[in-house]
């Protein structure tokens, strides 16, 4: 497919099924892994049936959508626009529901749980071709105890991708959730009151210090807990994913980081001083291609 056809369906395919980068990324495990004609395993997400079925042409797919994660993310940021935001398909849902017991949604070769990957059943073991993942991984708190699932999860031969961004070491790690402040402005990852890498330079306390000169009381409190202890990221650098990955049993066949940034040379040597043994700072996530054995 040439260069312009493929811009072509990935703008036909977000319209008609109001998704951004997901529609790229999914194209990007189509031609990493091939999803056509496999039965797939998504992990924290779950992309629109008729994107699934009948633009990737999977034979059958499994979503499955972290609670805490969407949870958090309905409760702050007030966006109604969730499904292009964030690739869910899923209903409010009440917490009789979550878990593995049964499947949220469930229409022939679509199906949806509200669970986690750390908490996959041995019924779910060898069952699926592939594993799909995007924009999910750096929200997996107990991540080589999820690795070894997704393990369990494929069968012999099986292949995982994933892409994910942006990662706790890259000058947004923070991943702020949007947040208005009392001034009507309106704070995210993409737009945030934090410099570049603030979230690595500074300690909590002096992050605070910072952000009550520029915004108000409650909403600079509300910044420093997102950033530093609420629960919907797990705070790895580049090292520690590649570490985890190479732990487990997985065969890597791709390990890479991806989005690169300008990073000052003095700015990157203050970061190594502060973190020894941490020197990718400039990348902004990290393309994973793993594969059963």
Known sequence: MSEA????????????????????????????????GMDVLEVGGSLSKGFVLDELQVNSWTGMESPEY?????????????????????PDVEKNDIGFHEPILSRG????????????????????????????????????????????????GGKLFTMFSPIWSSHNGHHLLPITDRAGKTYTFNNSPIPPWGHLLMRPAELYDFLRHRTDEETSVQLVYFVY???????????????????????????EATFPVDIQPDVQQHLQQLYPGREHFANNGILMVLERT
């Not at 202890?229 to 791709?254: C, G, K, M, W």
């Open 229 to 255: 202890t609420s629960p919907h990221i797990n705070r790895f650098f580049t090292e520690d994913y590649a570490q985890f990955v190479q732990q487990s049993p997985f065969n890597i066949l791709r390990l």
């Open 70 to 90: 969407a949870t958090e993310v309905k409760k702050e940021n007030k966006v109604e626009d969730n499904n292009r935001l964030f690739g869910s398909t899923l």
């Open 5 to 36: 056809c493929c811009n072509n369906k990935i703008k036909y395919c977000q319209n008609k099924y109001n998704l951004s980068y997901h529609v790229p990324y999914a194209f990007a495990g189509e031609d990493q892994v091939g999803l056509a």
């Open 109 to 156: 070769a679509y199906t949806v749980f509200y669970a986690n990957i750390e908490e996959l059943p041995e019924a779910h073991y060898e069952k699926y071709d592939r594993i799909f993942s995007i924009a999910a991984f750096e929200h997996i708190l107990k991540f080589p105890f999820a690795l070894r699932k997704m393990y369990a999860a494929l069968k012999p």
